[in-house]
């Protein structure tokens, strides 16, 4: 297995690793297509795949935290409880991205762009702060243009790797079956979306309840000790 950091805090004792590929190539969000019922637990859906795909991880401490998202409108919270990892958040996304942090969006999963309709205006490139003089969402020189357009040529390869058709989008190495991996954070705004890294090199949003699509990226954390 091949993990990557990110957003290490120096001070901080552990780091997060997210693995280089899915353990699971594709599966629902929730089937009930709600975004307030969160990622479900039910059987082969997001949280259950994600718990039996690294139940059987050894030197993985088992979690006690939990993950709570609102807006104001969407409330719900995952308790990962006896999980060895969890999944990435969008916010944790467009922080790697710096998306997070530049004038011209400063992106949040809580800030509605549009109404409940247009949910698809806040999605972003991974690479979108190549150019210095973007404007906000634009797809001549903004966050919505696609600057990487070669096997290798993104930035952020590492978080798209093992994705369909993803080397026309900057990865290094691309796996057919499945087109992303699902964020445990909803699209404030609409009832029915999640955030998900997509295989074009982007964070992107989603029907919750397509169970064919999107998989399971696992996230841990380890104590900075562990590693060599």
């Known amino acids: 297995m091949k993990w990557y950091a990110f957003n290490d805090v120096k001070t901080s004792q552990t780091v997060n690793l ?9 599966v629902a969000w929730n089937s009930s297509g709600n975004i307030n019922d969160g990622p479900s637990l039910n059987a082969n859906e997001l949280l259950d795949k994600l718990k039996s795909d690294t139940d059987t991880w050894t030197g993985v401490p088992v979690r006690t935290d939990s993950y709570t998202y609102t807006d104001g409108t969407i409330s719900y919270t995952i308790d990962y409880t006896n999980y060895r990892a969890r999944l990435i958040t969008a916010d944790e996304i467009a922080d790697i991205t710096n998306a997070s942090s530049d004038e011209t969006i400063i992106w949040s999963s809580i800030k509605q762009y549009g109404t409940s309709i247009d949910t698809q205006s806040s999605w972003f490139y991974l690479d979108g702060k190549k150019n210095n003089d973007k404007t906000s969402y634009n797809s001549t020189n903004g966050w919505q243009k696609q600057y990487a357009t070669t096997t290798g040529a993104s930035d952020y390869a ?5 994705t369909n058709n993803c080397t026309n989008y900057g990865c290094n ?19 029915t979306f999640a955030w998900f890294v997509y295989s074009y090199g982007r964070l992107q949003n989603f029907f919750v309840n397509f169970d064919n699509y999107n998989g399971v990226r696992p996230v841990i954390t380890v104590l900075k000790s562990m590693l060599k």
């Open 18 to 26: 997210i693995l280089d590929h899915n353990t699971t190539a594709s």
């Open 173 to 191: 190495t691309l796996d057919n079956s499945t087109n992303g991996y699902w964020t445990s954070t909803a699209v404030s705004g609409s009832s």
């Open 158 to 162: 590492w978080l798209f790797d093992y």
